[in-house]
């Protein structure tokens, strides 16, 4: 069998999550390939909420196994977290949770190296969540990094003073800012020792196998495409590679695994933190789109920057993904909008073109804006696409001549029965 992939099109917070959980039952292992804990891939089931930083999307489904990968950095603090919210709402995991003994450790001295190292940029922030992501990848590349199955080498300990103590040199070269490293080192012991009792694989051997005896496989992707660190908005981007590319080296699988590569795009757009947003809207309507889609970050709370759908971006996107098919979420949240706008071009540099410059940060961008007339009716109770209203279906239809590419399903809402196919 092949591997389906899920990712996002724009620059994270996309709804992934909610799709991944809506489509897992039709595989039989769910996998997440890059990223950390800044990833929040929030479902909303039977009423309740919950938010996956670490553990892939189709934990919730009692007859998939899920596999957090090689390419994944994984913090115990947070991840234990997850666990302990999996164990109060009654969710089995024990046996369907399995971890690659070559995922990457986030230690308590990489979050404070990377606070310690945002904090001295000042108004040059980048927007980092504050994790550690940037310099456990740091540490991966520069091969001195910590992997999940050293936690059960007899050296560990050792292992671990080695980096701390290199990290705590770094941090020297920044100004002092609080962090309760004793305090945060305490609660990560006490963490491995709950991660020590999941299933470690080597993934590679484990995820192939399971395509070999014939296995549909779905790997999840975490933040969105437009922050890869080799075609993203440069420099404010993470740490991995967030495109299709990054489930090969992820998960160590070949490119000739992968089948449908499924795209994920709100029908408008956001982003978090710093960086170039060529359709941000600084104004009520922008506010309006942060209110009504209820734009706040699942892993940091804050707000988003909002702003209309960006088509030059998302054909990058599709082109540099292989993307077979969009789906598009958060249609409901345009029910109260008169008009909607689209971005179909860039005016930069004397000319109109729907390419990104090669440096977006410092080119000032203007969006050639296409306005759409908004149906302005709740899409609360409908129950297939057909029923929408008509003014929605045409903006999705236009989307898709647009961008060239199937849209082949729509989200109205957070919860699963909320997806309709075309």
Known sequence: MAVDVILGLQWGDEGKGKIVDYLAEQYDLVCRFQGGPNAGHTIKIDGKKYVLHTIPSGIFRPDITNVIGNGVVLDPITMVKELNALDAADIDYQSRLLVSRKAHLIVPSHRYLDAASEASKGVSKIGSTLKGIGPAYMDKTGRNGLRVGDLTASDFESKYQTIKEKHLGLIKLYPEIEFDLEGEEKKFFESIEKIKSLKFVNSEYYVNQALTDGKKILAEGAQGSMLDIDFGTYPFVTSSNTISAGVCSGLGIAPNKIRDVIGIAKAYCTRVGSGPFPTELLDETGEKLRQVGMEFGATTGRPRRCG?????????????????????????????????????????????????PFDIVDKHIVPELVGYPGWFESLDHITAFDQLPEKAISYVHQLESLLKTKISMVSTGPEREKLFAL
């Open 308 to 356: 209309w759908i960006d088509i030059p971006q998302l054909k990058y996107t599709i082109m540099l993904n292989g993307v077979t098919q969009v789906i598009i979420t958060k249609l409901d949240v345009l029910d109260s909008f008169e008009e909607i706008s689209v971005a179909t071009n860039y005016k930069y540099d004397g000319m109109v073109t729907d390419e990104l």
